[in-house]
């Protein structure tokens, strides 16, 4: 955390805001020369003038927004060097049925999700002056403002050159079921399209108060001519502990972001709810990876203390961090340790309080850190990372593409020559079906019968976790080992064993999904002809089941436990061409996986207990307020009043209902999975047949010219790797 030593840095205010001695002698009606002497002789400055002066800075620094250029241009260079050479990708001329290993399109499309700019998500409370803090980096009054709630929607702020050909007004107005994902899909978003027009739009449409409001906007894209936005994407929403479906919005935005904003009053800073809400997010935000893949667990996370003008001396913004952080690192340790887990990675209370700044929309001097922080993590940092990520992207993409029609050339290849064997062995397969089916329906029972017994086990597991955590007695033990002081326990105690207690439940059932994804691999080695694989090889027979299993499921909405297999399938990069391609690429991000990333694996059960966990705390915040802890026995006493929240909020219930939609949606995502593997399967074989028995020797050598010059293709992609 970093804070300016003096109120009566006079000129280092002048310079942070960009104005000049002669424009700062305009605004307060005095010469050049006396601007000087006060710059000199700041002591000595009357403080009528010295409140002029900082609110002069802090009013035309905060008209013009975070300067910076576009710090994307190399990325977008390199980007469209490859589409201009996509140009020329090869005709296919054959009419065989075989699906391609990649084309030219998919492979642009991997490339631009994985090039995407960053996400900067605003979180906090409804009175946290989280719009206001947008308006100050983008510049001018763009949104909505007011220490009241304004914001109802989820607002996606993007630049003006990012905004569609085909969308003519600045901001859309959508309704709910829109994925700010799809903010250039152009049915999608006039599918949930409910009102166009101007920046008035959001303050009719889009508060708490708007003459719109009964229309009920969920989301709203807004296109800004604001520099910060060449840089990234941000996203300003709705404030927690205004209304449940605020709080709706805001979960569904948690995991969309690649950086984490969150913004509390410096007067009460991170109390018990911000903490709450705030290890949710800790746990969903991607870790961040420099440019050599090395992991800053916490780089892309900036915790600030906003209205920080109101107090009166720098030194005490000092001690509001300095205790805040240290409050907040020993509250959150859970969130921490999983997220340091999750990077590899050990995160000290230095590492987690330099996260800590301070922002006033009326002094530039307050939020100077945090604004050149956040510059330098948009204009260096992250598109660093990003064209890191780019480039193992890219590289792997041209290997496993021209591996994949290599493969595809083999199998054309003894099409051609071999076709009497290829005939016999496509037979074979055939003929083989129903041992396969039989073979593959036992080990289908064997996977149900996992998620039943795994759902069971779960709940035995929270039966167990609260018997443990949630009596009174262990529950009093906790307050004495942790908490010496009766305020920090009262604030504090109930939501730190709320988290402990999930974070128990969930990972246990971590290892149980792990243990599922193992089983799904071995299914999937299983899938496919039930003959000697490999001497079939005159028939092309080259069928990937995790690849079909991984594309099903990118079509699926909720997953479970399978987004553990697809995480590990994903980092192992085992997929082939496949896993490069658009819409795997794109899904695998939208549930937080990066192909090849060092932080892939993601603590998905997480999605278990976040919103449950928010609920449970938010109520008890209510119970614990008229609870006294005076007397002799406070500690008795609190957890008395802790254990018998849990039992009013049905705590345990909550959490078993919500392992046993995990499971539930695992065993649904599970079975139309493998309904449409096998419906790619039989897809293959039928192609197989047709390329053995019905198709001319010219046509299989029209299609195997065209897959060697495909896969040539796919080789000369143009890509100037990067030195270490």
């Known amino acids: 955390m970093q804070i300016l030593d003096t109120d009566f840095q006079l000129e280092k205010k002048r310079n942070d805001a960009k104005i000049t001695q002669a424009d700062m002698a305009t605004f307060l009606g005095v010469s050049q020369s006396q601007v000087s002497r006060y710059e000199q002789d700041p002591d000595n400055v009357p403080a009528g003038m010295l409140r002029k002066w900082n609110q002069i800075c802090g009013a035309v620094s905060s008209g013009k927004g975070l300067e910076m250029s576009d710090p994307r241009v190399e990325l977008q260079g390199r980007i469209k060097l490859m589409a201009d050479y996509a140009a020329v990708e090869p005709h296919r001329g054959s009419i065989l049925e075989e699906k391609l290993p990649v084309t030219a399109a998919e492979f642009l499309e991997g490339v631009q999700i994985t090039a995407k700019k960053p996400r900067v998500g605003v979180f906090g409370q409804f009175d946290a002056g989280k719009s206001r803090l947008i308006n100050v980096l983008l510049g001018g009054n763009r949104l909505p403002t007011g220490y009241q709630p304004a914001t109802s929607v989820v607002c996606l702020l993007r630049h003006m050159s990012d905004k569609p050909?085909?969308?003519?007004?600045?901001?859309?107005?959508?309704?709910?079921?829109?994925?700010?994902?799809?903010?250039?899909?152009?049915?999608?978003?006039?599918?949930?399209?409910?009102?166009?027009?101007?920046?008035?739009?959001?303050?009719?449409?889009?508060?708490?108060?708007?003459?719109?409001?009964?229309?009920?906007?969920?989301?709203?894209?807004?296109?800004?001519?604001?520099?910060?936005?060449?840089?990234?994407?941000?996203?300003?929403?709705?404030?927690?502990?205004?209304?449940?479906?605020?709080?709706?919005?805001?979960?569904?935005?948690?995991?969309?972001?690649?950086?984490?904003?969150?913004?509390?009053?410096?007067?009460?800073?991170?109390?018990?709810?911000?903490?709450?809400?705030?290890?949710?997010?800790?746990?969903?935000?991607?870790?961040?990876?420099?440019?050599?893949?090395?992991?800053?667990?916490?780089?892309?996370?900036?915790?600030?203390?906003?209205?920080?003008?109101?107090?009166?001396?720098?030194?005490?913004?000092?001690?509001?961090?300095?205790?805040?952080?240290?409050?907040?690192?020993?509250?959150?340790?859970?969130?921490?340790?999983?997220?340091?887990?999750?990077?590899?990675?050990?995160?000290?209370?230095?590492?987690?309080?330099?996260?800590?700044?301070?922002?006033?929309?009326?002094?530039?001097?307050?939020?100077?850190?945090?604004?050149?922080?956040?510059?330098?993590?948009?204009?260096?940092?992250?598109?660093?990372?990003?064209?890191?990520?780019?480039?193992?992207?890219?590289?792997?993409?041209?290997?496993?593409?021209?591996?994949?029609?290599?493969?595809?050339?083999?199998?054309?290849?003894?099409?051609?020559?071999?076709?009497?064997?290829?005939?016999?062995?496509?037979?074979?397969?055939?003929?083989?079906?129903?041992?396969?089916?039989?073979?593959?329906?036992?080990?289908?029972?064997?996977?149900?019968?996992?998620?039943?017994?795994?759902?069971?086990?779960?709940?035995?597991?929270?039966?167990?976790?609260?018997?443990?955590?949630?009596?009174?007695?262990?529950?009093?033990?906790?307050?004495?080992?942790?908490?010496?002081?009766?305020?920090?326990?009262?604030?504090?105690?109930?939501?730190?064993?709320?988290?402990?207690?999930?974070?128990?439940?969930?990972?246990?059932?971590?290892?149980?999904?792990?243990?599922?994804?193992?089983?799904?691999?071995?299914?999937?080695?299983?899938?496919?002809?039930?003959?000697?694989?490999?001497?079939?090889?005159?028939?092309?027979?080259?069928?990937?089941?995790?690849?079909?299993?991984?594309?099903?499921?990118?079509?699926?909405?909720?997953?479970?436990?399978?987004?553990?297999?697809?995480?590990?399938?994903?980092?192992?990069?085992?997929?082939?061409?496949?896993?490069?391609?658009?819409?795997?690429?794109?899904?695998?991000?939208?549930?937080?996986?990066?192909?090849?990333?060092?932080g892939t694996v993601m603590a998905f059960v997480s999605s278990i207990g976040g919103p449950i966990t928010l609920g449970i705390a938010a109520a008890f915040a209510v119970a614990l307020a008229v609870f006294s802890l005076f007397g002799d026995s406070w500690q008795t006493k609190l957890a008395k009043k802790i254990h018998d929240g849990l039992s009013k909020q049905r705590a345990e219930k909550q959490m078993c209902d919500g392992v046993a939609k995990y499971w539930a949606d695992t065993k649904n995502a599970f079975e139309i999975a493998v309904t449409k593997t096998e419906e790619a399967y039989q897809n293959k074989l039928k192609s197989l047949y047709i390329l053995a028995f019905t198709t001319e020797r010219k046509e299989i050598e029209i299609e195997l010219k065209f897959a060697k010059e495909t896969r040539d293709f796919f080789a000369g992609m143009p890509w100037r790797v990067m030195p270490n």
């Open 165 to 598: 050909v085909w969308q003519a007004e600045d901001v859309w107005l959508m309704s709910k079921g829109f994925n700010l994902d799809m903010a250039g899909d152009k049915a999608h978003c006039l599918e949930h399209k409910m009102f166009a027009g101007g920046y008035e739009s959001l303050s009719q449409y889009g508060t708490h108060t708007g003459t719109g409001r009964e229309q009920k906007a969920f989301a709203a894209t807004v296109y800004i001519d604001s520099p910060l936005l060449l840089g990234a994407d941000l996203v300003d929403l709705p404030g927690y502990g205004h209304s449940d479906d605020d709080k709706d919005r805001a979960e569904m935005a948690q995991k969309m972001v690649d950086v984490l904003i969150y913004a509390s009053p410096a007067t009460g800073f991170l109390n018990q709810n911000d903490l709450t809400y705030l290890g949710v997010l800790i746990r969903n935000l991607p870790v961040f990876e420099d440019s050599n893949g090395n992991v800053a667990p916490m780089r892309n996370m900036l915790i600030v203390a906003t209205h920080a003008h109101h107090i009166s001396q720098q030194g005490e913004l000092k001690t509001i961090l300095d205790s805040a952080g240290a409050r907040s690192y020993k509250h959150l340790d859970n969130a921490v340790a999983d997220r340091a887990l999750q990077a590899n990675s050990p995160i000290s209370l230095n590492d987690f309080q330099s996260r800590f700044f301070t922002f006033s929309a009326d002094d530039a001097s307050i939020r100077h850190a945090f604004e050149q922080d956040l510059k330098d993590l948009l204009t260096a940092a992250m598109p660093a990372s990003t064209l890191y990520k780019l480039q193992k992207h890219v590289l792997l993409a041209k290997s496993e593409a021209t591996s994949s029609y290599g493969q595809w050339i083999v199998g054309l290849e003894k099409a051609l020559d071999e076709r009497e064997r290829a005939q016999a062995e496509i037979t074979a397969i055939k003929q083989d079906e129903p041992n396969r089916l039989r073979k593959k329906q036992i080990h289908l029972q064997k996977i149900d019968g996992l998620i039943t017994n795994f759902a069971n086990e779960s709940n035995t597991l929270i039966s167990k976790t609260f018997a443990e955590r949630a009596n009174v007695l262990a529950i009093e033990g906790m307050i004495k080992n942790r908490y010496d002081n009766k305020k920090e326990a009262h604030q504090l105690a109930a939501t730190y064993l709320i988290d402990t207690i999930q974070k128990s439940i969930n990972d246990g059932v971590r290892v149980k999904s792990n243990e599922l994804g193992e089983e799904i691999d071995v299914f999937l080695d299983g899938y496919g002809p039930a003959l000697d694989k490999d001497s079939l090889q005159a028939g092309g027979w080259d069928f990937n089941a995790r690849v079909a299993f991984m594309s099903a499921m990118s079509g699926i909405g909720t997953i479970g436990a399978l987004a553990a297999w697809a995480s590990i399938a994903a980092a192992g990069s085992n997929l082939g061409a496949y896993i490069l391609i658009g819409q795997v690429v794109g899904w695998l991000s939208s549930i937080g996986i990066s192909v090849g990333s060092a």
